[in-house]
């Protein structure tokens, strides 16, 4: 007889430990089991297993508790191989997340230690031919012949009808079987060559493949100087080599391109692994990796758990954007995974970016990671001209609209000589709230404590935080009034005010409304690459990575919104927003233009934009910083008290102030204050922010207060180490 030590699929803290079954077989440890618990049949999944010469009377008796057996051994062999499940462990210590949690988050929806009813395999009834002979009738032997020219013939493609088939294998010539289907992500076949290098790609390339071991690369190349190039040579050695690449992109609108790239190179050796895949195309791509049928995985942040063998190269393109850090349980920051991986296959990590995070260019400077730079674009040309339209002049002229004279007479240019335009508006909806003009009153949400959104094509007020939704209605819910007025403008106003203001405009836009069905971002992406559209308007997934030729025209409608937020990295992400999507224009033969429509044009960071200057940007943010002490010069972790009893939240609150200023007498606490979003789904929110540059007793600290306080139910309490979002 066997005890395990099994972990329940309940992710709550609570449940937070192991629980010991006994089973009459030896079950690895990685595997899947269906045991009771309590009166429920759950998963479980084992992390220990050792026999035992005792009964289970006697096991009782000894330990004071019930045994009970486990009801099914699931899998036959681990889930996750001796590397992931290290991960795993390293992961929960880290972000003081469940174990379950991190093992979670590592496995396609089939394979999650869950009990719910999910896709398997795909399978669909093909024609096998057997043998040559005399059928009964003429129309038999036609299809026989026609079956014997098509092996392995899927009966939905047979253009002859069930009932001939079935005659036909009744008298053995043919039998009807089930196979196996692969779910296929992507359908376009291309092939392409390789491009040859310029002397700067093929000396970043040398450079990395001369590492034999783990070392961190930042590679510094501005927009469109060629960096995916280099990810795909560089892949190829590795490949040649006998190892695996694992390429990572932050957006999943980003995929579809990074694939294509991919795939014209290595076909069927490419994997793909996104949250907009089907829950089969996934499983099938998982299993794909673990049978080691492929070379190179291409993904998002999810990707970076991909189960593969003998990694010899990891890519994260984009390293600088916010969408790397997971912003539930559990909160992995993607670049320390990617390196701890990195260095348990002893392999280089490659850190790609035109913007880089402060903190990662701070340590390439420092020596940390390796400093790597393509200063220069590919086809010798200048980055796009960008040019600032300050909107107070604009004002003063008694220009009101949404879009200055300058801005509305070069997209009519570009329009009228079959060029195409990008415009950014980092804000999605119609109207930003609606107010009553008689009280004053704004619609909210009645859950969270933000205004609702309007959005037109559905004619209903949104929430975009808790997705609540009303039906519009042109009346004042407080007072009844209905002189209320819709203020603001997002991308669905600024799509109708296009196709109204302009000429052969022909406007695709592009934001998570418009992409929510599968395939949604490839295929809008794929008509404006085919010239069905000529203005590409949406949110900040236009910025990055995206490879248009005829764009010559990119303009920021509004570029004081990141600005404005309450949020030590707003300088940052909107230098790295504005300078990623000029990067967007001017990437083919002809010089691209930039206008951005600010209200504060003399801002150090928009004129840092406006001159492609990194070095300056960096220069002078990192004085802020280091008056603030922000990171890089100190770890931040944020401690969010939240619960459904404000003044449950509020005395939980002060009372673990005490308890760290106590605790960590050399740690910095700030706060606790209401987040700025306080409530948010009928959840009320505090925040602390630590500053830490010792971190002693750090993590022991941290994991008791949460033990405590999560496991008492009053609140709950969520550390994020390096928190990217503070809202």
């Known amino acids: 007889m066997y005890i395990l030590k099994v972990l329940v699929e309940h992710s709550s803290y609570q449940l937070d430990r192991?629980?010991?079954?006994?089973?009459?077989?030896?079950?690895?440890?990685?595997?899947?089991?269906?045991?009771?618990?309590?009166?429920?049949?759950?998963?479980?999944?084992?992390?220990?297993?050792y026999q035992t010469d005792k009964t289970k009377h006697q096991l009782e008796e000894e330990k004071g508790f019930r045994y009970s057996f486990i009801i099914q051994i699931i899998d036959q062999k681990p889930l996750l191989n001796k590397e992931l499940q290290e991960l795993a462990k390293y992961m929960a210590k880290q972000t003081l997340s469940t174990q379950i949690s991190c093992l979670q988050c590592m496995l396609p929806i089939q394979l999650k230690p869950k009990s719910q009813k999910t896709v398997g395999i795909k399978y669909e009834k093909v024609i096998s031919f057997i043998k040559e002979m005399p059928l009964k009738t003429p129309?038999?032997?036609?299809?026989?012949?026609?079956?014997?020219?098509?092996?392995?013939?899927?009966?939905?493609?047979?253009?002859?009808?069930?009932?001939?088939?079935?005659?036909?294998?009744?008298?053995?010539?043919i039998q009807i079987i089930q196979q196996e289907v692969y779910r296929n992500p992507y359908h376009e076949n291309v092939q392409q060559n390789d491009f040859p290098l310029t002397p700067m790609q093929q000396k970043v390339v040398n450079e990395i493949l001369l590492c034999h071991d783990f070392q961190t690369y930042l590679l510094h190349g501005v927009t469109g100087s060629g960096k995916t190039e280099v990810y795909l040579q560089l892949s190829r050695h590795i490949i040649e080599q006998g190892k695996t690449v694992l390429m990572m992109v932050p957006e999943i609108a980003l995929t579809p391109m990074m694939v294509a790239a991919f795939k014209s190179r290595f076909g069927k050796q490419v994997?793909?692994?996104?949250?907009?895949?089907?829950?089969?195309?996934?499983?099938?791509?998982?299993?794909?990796?673990?049978?080691?049928?492929?070379?190179?995985v291409v993904g998002a942040r999810s990707a970076v758990f991909a189960p593969l063998e003998k990694i010899g190269l990891i890519i994260m393109d984009e390293e600088h954007d916010a969408s790397y850090k997971q912003e539930s349980n559990p909160r992995y920051l993607t670049s320390q995974i990617a390196r701890w991986r990195g260095k348990y296959h002893e392999c280089p990590v490659v850190l790609g970016s035109a913007t880089p995070s402060l903190e990662s260019y701070s340590r390439a400077l420092k020596g940390v990671?390796?400093?790597?730079?393509?200063?220069?674009?590919?086809?010798?040309?200048?980055?796009?001209?960008?040019?600032?339209?300050?909107?107070?002049?604009?004002?003063?002229?008694?220009?009101?609209?949404?879009?200055?004279?300058?801005?509305?007479?070069?997209?009519q240019e570009t329009l009228d000589k079959n060029e195409q335009v990008m415009l950014l508006l980092n804000k999605r909806g119609y109207a930003s709230y609606m107010r009553c003009l008689s009280c004053d009153e704004v619609l909210k949400c009645p859950h969270c404590d933000v205004s609702l959104t309007y959005h037109k094509d559905s004619q209903t007020m949104r929430c975009h935080y808790c997705d609540y939704q009303v039906p519009f209605v042109k009346k004042c819910s407080h007072c009844g009034s209905t002189n209320v007025k819709l203020i603001g403008s997002g991308t669905q106003k600024i799509e109708e005010y296009l196709e109204?203001?302009?000429?052969?405009?022909?406007?695709?836009?592009?934001?998570?409304?418009?992409?929510?069905?599968?395939?949604?971002?490839?295929?809008?992406?794929?008509?404006?690459?085919?010239?069905?559209?000529?203005?590409?308007?949406?949110t900040q997934m236009i910025a990055k990575?995206?490879?248009?030729?005829?764009?010559?025209f990119v303009g920021v409608i509004n570029a004081d919104l990141s600005l404005n937020i309450p949020d030590f990295r707003a300088n940052e992400r909107t230098y790295q927003l504005l300078e990623q999507v000029s990067g967007r224009s001017g990437r083919g033969k002809k010089q691209g233009t930039v206008m951005i429509q600010t209200y504060n044009p003399d801002h150090f960071v928009l004129q840092c934009v406006k001159n492609h200057d990194y070095q300056m940007f960096y220069k002078k943010e990192m004085e802020i910083r280091q008056l603030a002490k922000y990171p890089p010069y100190c770890y931040l972790i944020s401690v969010l008290v939240q619960g459904k009893k404000e003044e449950e939240v509020t005395w939980s609150a002060t009372q673990m102030k005490e308890y760290l200023k106590k605790q960590l007498p050399h740690v910095g606490v700030l706060g606790p204050a209401p987040c700025t979003i306080y409530k948010m789904s009928d959840i009320y929110r505090q925040r602390m922010t630590l500053k830490v540059t010792k971190t002693d007793h750090l993590y022991e600290t941290l994991q008791m207060m949460m033990d405590y306080y999560n496991k008492k139910g009053k609140v709950n309490v969520i550390c994020d180490f390096n928190p990217y979002t503070t809202l």
């Open 545 to 552: 990575g995206l490879n248009f030729e005829n764009v010559i």
């Open 271 to 296: 994997a793909i692994l996104h949250s907009k895949l089907s829950s089969g195309e996934r499983y099938d791509e998982y299993r794909r990796i673990v049978e080691d049928e492929v070379k190179i």
């Open 500 to 538: 109204n203001n302009f000429l052969n405009a022909r406007v695709i836009r592009y934001d998570v409304d418009s992409t929510r069905k599968k395939d949604g971002h490839h295929q809008l992406l794929k008509r404006f690459e085919n010239q069905e559209a000529n203005i590409l308007v949406g």
């Open 369 to 411: 990671y390796h400093l790597c730079s393509l200063p220069k674009r590919i086809n010798q040309k200048p980055l796009p001209t960008i040019e600032m339209i300050d909107m107070v002049e604009e004002i003063k002229h008694h220009n009101y609209d949404l879009l200055s004279n300058k801005m509305k007479t070069k997209i």
């Open 18 to 49: 192991t629980f010991d079954y006994l089973s009459n077989d030896y079950v690895e440890t990685g595997c899947r089991v269906s045991i009771p618990f309590g009166r429920q049949k759950i998963i479980g999944y084992v992390t220990e297993c």
């Open 139 to 173: 129309k038999q032997q036609e299809a026989l012949n026609y079956i014997k020219e098509h092996p392995l013939l899927p009966v939905k493609d047979c253009p002859y009808s069930i009932t001939v088939l079935n005659n036909i294998e009744k008298q053995g010539a």
